[in-house]
């Protein structure tokens, strides 16, 4: 079983950055991939990052390459989403989540949700 609480949204303006944050509990860490997808009203949930707990492996989707960064932290439990250079369509909300698959991109291969956190990009 795994408990993930993301934090760290809020309104930015076009042009800015914001850092998410993912603490997770439970155990084992290394058993699962870990991944940062967003939601907007009436849409799918869309892949943005993933990484695998020892850090050695991540992707993320074309449409945040370059601007987006995910990462852990080991001692502290947490997956970081940096995100500069914030566009008004990067608007949505942010789910962690945890997948027992290796580098799946799609959300049905997830299996524990943290509740979301709002993201909104102002032009």
């Known amino acids: 079983q795994v408990q993930l609480v993301e934090s760290g949204g809020g309104l930015v303006q076009a042009g800015g950055s914001l850092r998410l944050s993912c603490a997770a509990s439970g155990r084992p860490f290394s058993d699962y991939y870990w991944g940062w997808f967003r939601q907007t009203p009436g849409k799918e949930r869309e892949f943005v990052a993933g990484?695998?707990?020892?850090?050695?492996?991540?992707r993320s989707a074309d449409s945040v390459n370059g601007r987006f960064t995910i990462s852990r932290d080991k001692a502290k439990n947490t997956i970081y989403l940096q995100m500069n250079s914030l566009k008004p369509e990067d608007t949505a909300v942010y789910y962690c989540?945890?997948?027992?698959?290796?580098?799946?991109?799609?959300?049905?291969?997830?299996?524990?949700w943290g509740q979301g956190t709002q993201v909104t990009v102002s032009s």
């Open positions: 989540a945890a997948s027992r698959y290796y580098g799946v991109t799609n959300d049905e291969a997830y299996h524990y």
């Open positions: 990484v695998n707990w020892s850090g050695s492996s991540t």
